[in-house]
């Protein structure tokens, strides 16, 4: 492919209009949305009339006047549209480890009887460091096994099966409509970590049968760092799931202030606490931007330039070693690439010190995001070329670039 090529691939890109709506230093090819999406102008925007308006002067009555107490609930209502969901099957709150807890307590409870949480090992740290912590105060057990073989792992013991929908490291994407059905013929829950997922490809949660559903509000979805996360529910199970962390926010009615908890029998009964109102200010004008777009198109263009980036990385870098470890069949991968390679690390600062920002995954995965809001083809070009120079050139063996930070 020329850069000529990548250009006409542009040239008839529905979604370019949306590169205005983002702030991205000049320069820059980011490489990274899967990991912390750019601010789109919007979020910015908003968080100076939240800071400066809403709390600056109509402080308190900001929780009825300006919608703060609503926003779990409205935000979390914008996201149902882009999972496949119904607007009273989502909230937002918490942090995706938080509501993985929640969740899979609950998916516990609801199935009294069995003590097994499965899932797989490599799955994201977080996940199975939460699941081992439930297991421990539930008296449960947590079984991660291999990914193949998983399915036939799932039992009669298995209360609920946690995945992660698309891999963080290699991006390969589970079968969610097949999933869900092998669980739920052994009478078991699935809990799905969308972290991955949501806001690069099209999800139909409900159309899959799911059960339960977490994931990030920072990564595709842009809404800021550390921005709150959500969780689904499906209907069915709303008026039958507790969770574990009932806080007031959960109360059936949070303002009388009882001595016992009574909890929501909706989406509700999953909040715990006070709202996090300037990081769900953000996530709502990332999750406003993402809905003006058609979630069939957002992942047909991520995966056309997920196709550009390993066609040409391969083109120009195999005879340096660099090895693809994400699936190349467009249907079982999420929207980020990675690359093996030894010297991953160093290689990966040279490219960032250079503009392209991906991260690097130990022990040696390069791993690129391709965000179709705000990327093009000609980037995607141009990065892989980038890529080429570093390698061809040893500029990554400086020293400086082995030097490891502590957040990478
Ligand atoms: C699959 C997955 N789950 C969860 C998380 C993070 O959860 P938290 O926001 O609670 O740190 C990540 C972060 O990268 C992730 O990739």
Redesign the pocket.
Known sequence: MTRDDARALDAQDPLARFRDAFQLPEGVIYLDGN?LGPPPTAALDRLRDVAAREWGRDLITSWNVNGWMAAPLRVGGKIAGLVGAKPHEVAVAD???VNLFKLAAGALELRPGRRVILSETGN?P??LYVLEGLARTAGAELRAVAPDAVLDSLTDEVAVLVL?HVH?RTARRWDMAAVTAAAHAVGALVLW?L??SAGAVALDLNGCGADLAVG?GYKYLNGGPGAP?FLFVAERHLNGIRSPLSGWMGHAEPFAFEDGYRPSGDIRGQLCGTPSVLGLAALEAGVDLQAQADPAAIEAKGQSLCDLFIAEVERRCGRFGVELATPRARTQRGLHVSFAHPDGYPIVQALIARGVIGDFRAPDLMRFGFAPLYLSHEAVWRAAEILEEVLATGAWERPEFRARAAVT
Do not use: G, R
């Open positions: 990991s942090s995706t480890s994201f977080t996940d992660t963080y970590d972290s991955h990030c996360a």
